[in-house]
């Protein structure tokens, strides 16, 4: 049985940092491209982060350089790491899953499976 749990959401002032966690079940050895997406209210999707099961990532221009996400335990466990955060970066996010076929950050957009989401606020 395939799953995704988000967790470590929370709301942090401009300049901060958070740290997503996905828990991924039936993923084990995956070709799968998987990552997260975010969406704010009012806005559309926006892939975030992607990685491929041999550990190349590839980012959103909007958070190059201040995210990092990383996989572990035979890509069972997902982590989103946050820094410098700003107010534009408060939206749900989303731990997702994508074919492989092309995974860059903007694959995640439109995913096959996601989790339940986690919030992020950051205020100013």
């Known amino acids: 049985q395939v799953r995704l749990v988000d967790s470590g959401g929370g709301s942090v002032q401009s300049g901060g940092s958070l740290r997503l966690s996905c828990t991924a079940s039936?993923?084990?050895?995956?070709?799968?491209?998987m990552g997260w997406f975010r969406q704010a209210p009012g806005k559309e999707r926006e892939g975030v982060a992607a990685?491929?099961?041999?550990?190349?990532?590839r980012y959103a221009d909007s958070v190059k350089g201040r995210f990092t996400i990383s996989q572990e335990n035979d890509r069972s466990m997902l982590s989103l790491e946050m820094k410098t955060l700003k107010p534009e970066d408060t939206a749900m996010y989303y731990c997702?899953?994508?074919?492989?076929?092309?995974?860059?950050?903007?694959?995640?957009?439109?995913?096959?499976?996601w989790g339940q989401g986690t919030q992020v606020t950051v205020s100013s």
């Open positions: 997702a899953v994508a074919p492989p076929r092309s995974c860059e950050a903007r694959t995640l957009a439109t995913p096959m499976g």
């Open positions: 039936g993923f084990a050895g995956s070709s799968y491209c």
């Open positions: 990685i491929d099961k041999f550990g190349t990532t």
